[in-house]
């Protein structure tokens, strides 16, 4: 018998969640953000099942990410979302049939000293207010006639940005950077790109042409508050294991490392065979819920590498074997995220390679 951490992966949520992003966006294309392998759900699979539902091109980080889609049989619009790191990465990016982002001067200056074969299209990206990455709203019209210029170049030139605060969608910089993208733009041709999943969600005005979702992709808010259920969101990741030992301890006894657990009196705890090498946050305090069989039951004590244990009071018919849910359908990431002081994104992104994968299509 392996040991049981896995995680189990819902391809009709995906597929479900693809359609709350055209039901939210119906007139864009959508570039699908599957960078971080696929936001740890992995990035191949993710994406032949988006392609084939539908989604007109990925969002990737890295040409690495890039080749590998191809090597998979990807066809679709890949598009590298940091552009190129160096001059030598423009004849992978014409190989691979790759766009890119171009979003400073010496990516712009590469692509005026190389000779393509066939020109290479480009998403410019506008610095509207983020302060990250982007050609500054003053300087945009002389990149784009350089562009415009440039052999290397494909004439569709798409104009984008990124939007700082859409997950919370009153902010009052939403606007201004909408405003700002519009004036820098204005009378430019190409096509247009804003939304992340907040955005195309919440901010009507951002979805363009093309929107790229990430999170709402995996069935995950993006929002500060509430679960993707709450959007119709379907979780694509299920990450469980098993109870594999159990132990009664008695009043005044401490669990776990550093005793910071101290039983309040006689009880059942029972342990997970899952921890923070698997993925599991390390400061999920006591009190992060589990599902044993469907029942909420509280974490105690720190989380060890390999597992974690559980005050099981309130389960009594618990048995050695029982499945655990730690996120997915029926305990939401978000909730686990908050109780441990992170994001739903890094608690996705951290499931580690010891973790078996199980795909399935209901």
Not at 214 to 227: A, E, K, N, Q
Request: negative net charge; contains cysteine; aromatic residues 6%.
């Amino acid at each position: 018998m392996s040991r049981s951490a896995l995680a189990r992966l819902d391809l009709n949520a995906l597929r479900h969640n693809l359609r709350r992003v055209k039901h939210y966006a119906p007139h864009s294309s959508v570039l699908a953000v599957i960078k971080a392998n696929g936001y740890g759900h992995g990035m191949i699979t993710v994406a032949k099942t988006l392609e084939a539902a539908g989604a007109d091109g990925f969002g990737v980080a890295s040409i690495k990410e890039a080749i590998a889609l191809r090597a998979a049989g990807i066809t679709n619009t890949i598009v590298l979302l940091e552009g190129c790191f160096d001059s030598d990465e423009l004849a992978l990016v014409e190989q691979y049939r790759l766009e890119m982002v171009v979003h400073q001067a010496r990516q712009l200056e590469w692509l005026e000293q190389y000779c393509a074969q066939r020109p290479i299209r480009v998403w410019l990206k506008i610095d509207t207010g983020m302060h990250r990455l982007g050609v500054p709203p003053d300087a945009v019209r002389d990149v784009y006639a350089r562009l415009r210029r440039c052999a290397a170049v494909a004439d569709d030139i798409c104009l984008m940005t990124h939007l700082a605060n859409a997950d919370v969608p009153e902010h009052p910089q939403n606007q201004r950077q909408l405003s700002q993208f519009a004036e820098s733009c204005a009378g430019l041709a190409g096509s247009r790109s804003i939304a992340n999943s907040a955005a195309l969600i919440a901010l009507e005005h951002s979805r363009g042409d093309w929107v790229r979702p990430g999170i709402m992709l995996y069935g995950v808010s993006p929002f500060d508050r509430g679960s993707g259920a709450d959007l119709d969101l379907k979780p694509v990741m299920t990450l469980c294991s098993e109870l594999f030992a159990m132990r009664h301890c008695k009043q005044g006894e401490a669990v776990g490392y550093g005793g910071t657990y101290v039983c309040p009196e006689d009880m059942p705890i029972g342990i997970v065979s899952i921890g923070y090498g698997d993925g599991y946050p390390r400061h999920a305090p006591t009190g992060t819920p589990v599902l044993i069989n469907g029942a909420r039951v509280p974490l105690v004590g720190r989380v060890s590498m390999d597992m974690i244990c559980v005050d099981l009071r309130s389960a009594p018919q618990a048995r050695l074997g029982d499945s655990v849910v730690l996120w997915g359908a029926g305990l939401p990431v978000e909730e686990i995220a908050q109780a441990a002081g992170t994001i739903a994104y890094e608690l996705l992104c951290g499931v580690t390679s010891r973790v078996d994968f199980a795909y399935r299509e209901d």
